[in-house]
């Protein structure tokens, strides 16, 4: 090998030492840059491309101003927000809130919120209204409303939720209240206000459909799926929080 032959070989292995030493330093910030990115939080990142929605600072649901099935000092608090005129809110009330009443509330494990989400038309909103209005004058009067109003839900696309339609099914189901006073409370709208926060509550939460499910603060991503909703109460219930 002449002279400058080798000079240029020596010079080509110097050239691909730098490449390799470039690339070694470019791993490593890369690595470095990852665990650093972890470390931060990059994982939320990750959480919102797999379309989940984060936790909802439960402050948020004004517990103590919502009506409560079960135990209110359970470590687990279940969140519906739903709309009276929506099928799906009267086949969750059919088919998972059972499993969930025997499951969890009868014995006090968890404590069950229903927030109002009522955007099906302007009677949802009456009938949000009536429930408020029974939910005022007799908290547990209100769940047997609630069941009945679903129990008797017309087509969503009918203006079925009437004041006489919700009045005449709250003197059957709920004999024991003051219906001039429900009456009242309908025509004056008295707690519209109450039904309109509740919306507002479902939008801070990040509501997209009815029903929708929070478990102390975790957004349940499928309402139907009781396999799932079991899992993160038992999840809740070994916090013990
Ligand atoms: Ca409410």
Not at 206 to 219: E, F, H, R, W
Not at 235 to 241: A, C, F, S, T, Y
Request: glycine content about 8%.
């Amino acid at each position: 090998m002449g002279k400058k032959k080798k000079q240029a070989q020596a010079k080509s292995n110097r050239m691909q030492n730098l490449t390799l030493a470039t690339l070694i330093v470019v791993f490593l910030g890369l690595g470095v840059f990852a665990l650093v990115n972890n470390l931060m939080g990059g994982d939320k990142g990750k959480e919102e491309e797999a379309g989940q929605e984060a936790t909802v600072d439960e402050k948020v649901f004004v517990y103590d101003q919502q009506p409560v099935f079960g135990n209110e000092e359970a470590p687990v608090k279940i969140v519906e927000f739903g709309d009276y005129k929506c099928p799906s809110c009267k086949k969750f009330g059919e088919e998972i809130y059972p499993q969930l009443k025997k499951d969890y509330l009868d014995n006090d494990k968890a404590g069950f919120y229903f927030i109002n989400n009522q955007f099906l038309g302007e009677d949802s909103v009456t009938a949000g209204i009536a429930g408020e209005a029974v939910y005022a004058q007799d908290p547990d009067a209100f769940w047997k409303f609630h069941e009945a109003v679903y129990a008797k839900q017309g087509p969503q696309s009918q203006a079925w939720a009437t004041k006489e339609f919700l009045v005449k099914l709250a003197k059957k189901e709920v004999p024991g209240i003051d219906h001039k006073k429900l009456e009242q409370a309908i025509d004056k709208e008295t707690y519209r206000d109450q039904v309109e926060q509740d919306q507002a509550i479902a939008h801070q939460s990040g509501v997209q459909s009815v029903p929708a499910l929070y478990i102390n603060g975790k957004p349940v991503p499928n309402s139907f799926d009781y396999d799932e909703i079991k899992k993160m109460i038992e999840e809740e219930l070994k916090k013990g929080k």
